[in-house]
């Protein structure tokens, strides 16, 4: 298998390469589309762990600070808690296009078909929402006072300052995720499948970096790079950031879509949708190395991971439910 672990200097030479216009060096085709997961096929071997019930579900998180499992399907938001295996249930007014846990034990959801974003409190599961015109696909709180939104229509980033528009980066493709940094915030985009830095404060946009053939996930680790899933490229992709540098880049073939960061044992884990597997990279040298692989139910689209315990909970996007594991 070929290994790859190289630092990407192009970074210092694609100095106008954040999506500032059409014929920006990082879009590479008129023709725009986002990479998408495979297909599972029927599975083979017997999940590990143990399968519970759950409808088709498009997003997971786990709070470790209420110890809550979160499984979206459609407007519906299943809230489990794992230690003591109550449950409830709530219905935000449209379907969430991301999940995004905040420091205190609550839910940020972007609502992009009714143009808003929802606070849920997992301890009570009661939600508020906040209008944000544009179609909102993901949203993080920079602080107190500030939550960063991704938007749809058009595709921009906007800065909110207590719900007040605030600064604005436009002249984007598809921005997916938002990741902030104690820099800068760093956008995904899946169409043009590029990371860019863009300044929270005045908007500006710094030098986007290529990720890959169709990045879909990301996450954070605690070492400040931003791991990648490049999906089409079959890829798990590691950038630094200030600056942004390509630092490790690993095959992973199988469709690789959930991505989740273990950052008590630096495993990031990793879903494969063409093979229903998940792989646990060890990513705290050099270059990742595979220290778990363990069959998975069909369709494992998301998963999420307790830090503390080290549990994973992989959810199917077709109806096969949900999986506990703990590796």
């Not at 493709?173 to 863009?198: C, F, M, N, W």
Request: glycine share 8%; with cysteine; net charge negative.
């Amino acid at each position: 298998m070929r290994r790859l672990v190289i630092p990407c200097l192009i970074a210092t030479l694609l100095t106008s390469c954040a999506t500032d216009k059409p014929n920006d060096p990082l879009q590479v085709t008129d023709t725009l589309t986002a990479a998408t997961p495979a297909t599972s096929p029927p599975t083979s071997t017997t999940p590990a762990g143990t399968t519970h019930p759950a409808p088709p579900t498009q997003h997971t998180a786990y709070d470790p600070t209420t110890h809550t499992l979160v499984l979206a399907s459609g407007p519906t938001l299943t809230l489990t808690n794992t230690t003591t295996g109550a449950q409830q249930t709530t219905t935000l007014p449209s379907a969430p296009a991301t999940l995004q846990l905040t420091h205190s034990g609550q839910l940020l959801t972007a609502l992009p078909d009714t143009n808003e974003i929802a606070r849920t409190d997992l301890r009570t599961a009661h939600t508020t929402t906040t209008p944000v015109p544009g179609g909102p696909v993901h949203a993080v709180d920079l602080d107190t006072e500030r939550t960063a939104v991704a938007l749809r229509t058009p595709p921009t980033v906007t800065i909110l300052r207590n719900g007040t528009p605030t600064a604005t980066a436009d002249n984007f493709q598809g921005p997916a995720q938002l990741l902030p940094t104690p820099q800068d915030l760093y956008v995904l985009d899946r169409l043009t499948t590029a990371l860019t830095p863009i300044n929270p404060t005045t908007g500006d946009k710094g030098a986007g970096l290529r990720a890959g053939k169709g990045a879909t996930n990301a996450v954070q680790d605690r070492y400040g790079r931003i791991l990648t899933i490049d999906t089409r490229g079959q890829e798990l992709l590691a950038f630094s950031t200030d600056p942004l540098v390509m630092k490790q880049r690993y095959p992973v073939p199988g469709a690789p879509y959930g991505l989740a960061y273990d950052p008590t044992r630096d495993l990031a884990w990793v879903t494969l949708t063409a093979t229903n597997e998940i792989v646990g990279y060890d990513i705290a040298g050099g270059e990742p190395r595979e220290r778990h692989r363990l069959p998975t139910i069909t369709q494992p689209n998301s998963v999420a991971v307790d830090p503390d315990t080290g549990t994973l909970y992989i959810a199917s996007a077709n109806g096969a439910g949900y999986q506990v594991v703990t590796p």
